[in-house]
């Protein structure tokens, strides 16, 4: 009895530190539910600017589909090394790129930051530029061993097209020749210098590698200096063609609306469990809570980007939260009714239901995987929180169940009407 009283302890501490976590955060690492979510344009609005490309007279008119779609991945990886990780990016008519950023209210801010043509290129000090981004064909942060020395250092080394390779080895002899101690070539991105390496060497090779000076954080510039890279490989230029500021099309009265349904939706099925399980259906509200705060946390440390579909993923996933639960809970009814003891009947109902609930939540996690991967904008809010949810509710409804109904018998509490028997 004793074990029991300390397993209640210890669940009744875990899930009232999972709801302080989730409303007030924990020590700086965990953020309050209310800072660590970002909102969806449909519900705070932002700004929307598009792109329209400035296609080359050389360039072949063939791939420019293909070359739009690399473009919104640069873009998008752009976003995302700016901190846009909740903006959406996505390809409009033939030639036109639109950028939706929420919560950033100034377009002409989001432009400078995101700069008009997101182009790398690599200048010496005339000015000549010897060759742009797209002629990078990768470049990547790595921490390894660079000299005889084996001390790892963080560098980025860049993966050179065929042209690439040939213009940086024409460079590097014009630019390690110079007498004046100018012999660099400078990384721009859109006109702006962002580094300014050295060349020390004749450079005749498919792989170049970026060494880092002496800066105050040599890992996290170096990563920066290779997402940006990456992010100005673009086919072509890009020049804005519109921006505006959009206002939310639901709005927050939909957000507030829509978690009021959601709260309505858990008292619903708590009241159903407990009404049909009893003491069963206690022990689910339990689950439930606890599940309600994970969930919390999670999408808070995670940084979910939250929309209406999102949120609308979350509903959902309260209602499957207790699926597994009743699927048990008739298992351990039938064992009951068959005059097993109550310990044994647990632990069989737990056994006949375990694959048919698995089998259940991984179908729908499949579902869920391939629109994290097909889909775009508001769907990916509706795939993540799906995920989570489903991957929570296996872990809480299962583990957590079964631990207190155990505690439950260990407490002599045996009387089978509670037990719905």
Not at 93 to 105: D, Y
Not at 159 to 175: D, F, P, Q
Not at 205 to 225: F, H, Q
């Amino acid at each position: 009895m004793k074990k029991s009283v300390i397993t209640l302890v210890i669940v009744f501490l875990v899930v009232g530190a999972l709801f302080f976590a989730a409303l007030h955060g924990i020590g700086g690492f965990i953020q309050p539910v209310s800072r660590g979510v970002v909102l969806g344009l449909d519900l705070v609005g932002g700004s929307e600017i598009t792109y329209e490309a400035v296609i080359p007279a050389d360039f072949d008119s063939a791939n420019l589909a293909e070359g739009m779609e690399v473009a919104r991945t640069m873009m998008q990886q752009r976003l995302d090394a700016l901190g846009y990780t909740e903006a959406n990016c996505y390809i409009s008519g033939e030639q036109r790129l639109v950028v939706e950023i929420p919560s950033v209210e100034d377009p002409e801010k989001a432009v400078q930051e995101l700069g008009a043509t997101a182009v790398v290129s690599f200048v010496d000090a005339d000015g000549t530029v010897w060759l742009t981004g797209s002629e990078v064909a990768g470049a990547e942060y790595e921490n390894s061993p660079m000299d005889s020395t084996g001390i790892s250092r963080p560098h980025v080394k860049l993966e050179l097209t065929a042209a690439g390779r040939e213009k940086l080895h024409e460079a590097s002899n014009k630019v390690r020749a110079r007498a004046d101690g100018e012999s660099y070539l400078a990384i721009q991105m859109d006109g702006e210098e962002i580094s300014r390496p050295y060349v020390t060497e004749e450079l005749d090779t498919d792989t170049v590698v970026i060494s880092i000076g002496s800066v105050e954080n040599p890992e996290e510039y170096a990563r920066y200096l290779a997402k940006i890279i990456s992010a100005g490989r673009l086919p072509f230029e890009l020049s804005t063609a519109k921006q505006q500021t959009i206002g939310a099309s639901l709005g927050e009265k939909s957000l507030s609306t829509s978690l009021l349904a959601g709260l309505i939706g858990l008292i619903l099925v708590m009241v159903f469990m407990i009404a049909v399980y009893r003491l069963m259906g206690v022990i689910s509200c339990v689950a439930l809570a606890a599940y309600a705060a994970l969930f919390a946390v999670a999408i808070s440390v995670l940084h979910v980007n939250l929309s209406l579909p999102g949120i609308a993923g979350i509903i959902l996933t309260v209602g499957m939260a207790v699926d597994a639960n009743v699927i048990i809970y008739e298992r351990i009814k039938e064992e009951l009714r068959l005059g097993k003891t109550l310990r044994f009947a647990i632990e069989s109902g737990y056994k006949r239901a375990m694959l048919a609930i698995i089998d259940a939540n991984v179908t729908t996690m499949i579902a869920g995987f391939v629109l994290l991967w097909q889909g775009t904008g508001t769907i990916l809010g509706f795939a993540v929180t799906l995920l989570i949810g489903v991957a929570l509710s296996m872990l809480v409804m299962l583990v957590l169940t079964r631990v207190l109904l155990k505690a439950a018998v260990g407490l002599k509490i045996t009387n089978l009407k509670l037990y719905c028997v």
